[in-house]
């Protein structure tokens, strides 16, 4: 015969275990849903997502941490770093995010944040979309599942940059690239000179143990055109380095840390407190984390970069003089030969430089991917003759061959 | 380092004078123009020294190309698609050629087939801003791409030959 005790126990028992039940089904139903909340509150009470945010404020970090709402931002790419950044976007309250990506979720990402095995085969601004709006109902979603390097979607991207803001037909805030390539960072560097718009590049290198973020500010700092591609050094050697059989590596972790740099100053530059970082690298070998703030560079490739430059100059020169603290600026191309290569009597120091190119002067840890020599002029016999065949003509021609 | 052979090759190739993209409205005709031109030559080049290796064409606005590449494996032709978009931001970045029926065969590649260029190649590309064009990136990128990975995929049985008896791929 059971006691009145051993009862009680299995009483309170299956109680529990109604109520993991009815937990599970509400789940499986989705009514277990937060409700979009009207304003944010710092009420301290289990029930309320924002009051660990909200004390940002009391603790005097920050000022106006419902401003937080009225902000737009475009993340491009929603891979390892791009849906960890719009994650933490979303958890922090962000007004309304567009997500860019032309990828699908594949089982071969999930050493990675985020996704989750169940959503492989769906696209990833799907998949992510879904996943945020459960988090946090509050947040304002556009989600577009192209490649933004192509002719046939590169002027809805940027008309989505220039029309997307918070408010209606307001620009965006930021434009964040969490992109994996070179083609897309140039495509946002382009669109984002065009229209003068603020952006932060991010990346994480090949083999997958060292990162960057860079804030760009058209006219301002260098553009991702202004130098080669930099690179934070991790004194691997890059002749030894296997690439043999695969293309890239990648780490969460890695990706982790770089989604949190980049998330930590854009909400500094939105909700302005502390300094905004203009170059930020992680070298994850050495755990070192080089800085510095880079000049635009009045040659830059980009037709656009030089006309933001312009502009920049000229509202500069409109503003009442201010006194302003100094911070160390490196200048984007460096007329020295900084590089200190051995020059030979018969090489001049403009020679050196020709066989080198222009280039930057970085901080210590930063380095360019490569150089760009100065061009020799092409003898004209190597180069394409003129022709009185038409497109058409040429195209004809191709085929029949 | 590119090989020998790839320098001599690339040596013949006209280079282009144009510099400009599918956006820059009428200067992308005389580009496509130098583009199709040098592209014929290279395939002529190809055909006299006995190595003919590819075909493309492209749409009318010359911004997406497609057309078949081949490789010949122990007296056996493996053929595949090929393809790509013009970026807009050509020719400064080079255009990303895909194989889009090897797409997940090989770890060679990213997403959607593109092949993984060997890191000569962004650099070399850089520095040829805007004499090269996709002759080059074929030359340069493609052709050594086929003739490392094409053997490897059908030694690993991941390629097999379409008209031999377990013809599919
Ligand atoms: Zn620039």
Not at chain 1, 127 to 146: C, G, H, K, M, Q
Not at chain 1, 241 to 262: D, H, I, R, W, Y
Not at chain 2, 80 to 94: G, K, L, R
Not at chain 2, 122 to 145: E, Q, S
């Amino acid at each position: 015969m059971a006691t009145i005790e051993e009862l009680n126990k299995t009483r309170v028992e299956l109680r529990e275990k109604l109520e993991q039940e009815t937990r599970k089904v509400q789940e499986l139903k989705g009514t277990a849903k937060r409700e979009p909340i009207a304003k944010m509150s710092a009420e301290v009470v289990d029930s309320n997502p924002y009051s660990r945010l909200m004390a940002l404020k009391r603790m005097g970090i920050v000022e106006d941490y419902e401003k937080i709402r009225s902000f737009s931002i475009a993340v491009v790419g929603v891979g390892g770093v791009g849906s960890v950044t719009a994650e933490m976007l979303t958890r922090c309250g962000i007004g309304k995010l567009l997500l860019f990506d032309y990828d699908k979720v594949e089982l071969a990402n999930m050493n990675r944040l985020f996704y989750q095995p169940h959503q492989a085969g769906l696209s990833k601004v799907e998949a992510a979309e879904r996943t945020l709006r459960e988090i946090n109902p509050d947040v304002e979603f556009e989600v577009y599942n192209y490649n933004i390097t192509t002719v046939d979607n590169f002027q809805h991207f940027m008309d989505r940059i220039r029309l997307g803001g918070k408010e209606k037909d307001k620009p965006v805030d930021l434009v964040l690239s969490c992109v994996d390539n070179f083609e897309a960072r140039m495509a946002i560097n382009t669109a984002c000179n065009e229209l003068g718009q603020s952006w932060f590049e991010s990346g994480v290198s090949e083999n997958a143990v060292s990162g960057h973020i860079q804030f760009i500010v058209p006219g301002d700092t260098s553009c991702f055109a202004c130098a080669p591609p930099l690179v934070v050094a991790t004194h691997t050697d890059e002749r030894t380095l296997k690439k043999e059989g695969v293309c890239a590596a990648s780490l969460p972790t890695t990706m982790a840390v770089v989604a949190g740099f980049l998330v930590q100053n854009v909400l500094k530059y939105l909700l302005k407190f502390g300094q905004v970082s203009y170059y930020l690298g992680y070298n994850a070998l050495q755990d070192y984390f080089p800085t510095m703030r880079m000049k635009p560079n009045p040659q830059c490739d980009d037709t656009h970069c030089r006309k933001q430059q312009q502009l920049f100059q000229e509202r500069e020169a409109a503003k009442p003089k201010v006194e302003v603290e100094k911070v160390e600026e490196l200048a984007a191309v460096h007329e020295d030969n900084e590089w200190s290569i051995e020059i030979v009597s018969e090489t001049t120091a403009e020679e050196a430089q020709a066989a080198q190119g222009d280039v930057p002067s970085l901080t210590h840890g930063v380095t360019v991917a490569y150089t760009k020599p100065v061009q020799q002029e092409a003898d004209s016999s190597e180069l394409v003759s003129n022709t009185e065949l038409s497109l058409e003509d040429l195209m004809k021609q191709m085929q029949s061959l | 380092m590119v090989d020998e052979a790839t320098k001599s090759t690339l040596a013949k190739i006209p280079l282009l004078k144009t510099k400009a993209g599918p956006r820059d409205g009428d200067l992308w005709i005389p580009r496509l123009k130098e583009e199709y031109q040098a592209l014929i030559q290279y395939v002529q080049n190809n055909k006299e020294s006995d190595n003919d290796w590819f075909r493309l064409e492209s749409n009318k606005e010359g911004t997406r190309w497609f057309g078949k590449c081949w490789y010949i494996h122990e007296l056996l032709k493996y053929e595949f698609d090929v393809e790509f978009d013009i970026p807009v931001t050509y020719p400064t970045t080079s255009p990303e050629i895909a194989l889009p029926e090897l797409d997940g065969k090989t770890a060679k590649m990213y997403r959607g087939g593109k092949i993984c260029l060997t890191d000569h190649f962004k650099p070399l590309w850089a520095r040829n801003v805007p004499r090269f064009g996709i002759a080059h990136a074929m030359a340069l990128g493609l052709g050594p791409w086929l003739a490392v990975e094409i053997p490897d995929l059908i030694q690993r049985g991941v390629v097999t030959h379409k008209g031999s008896d377990q013809a599919k791929s």
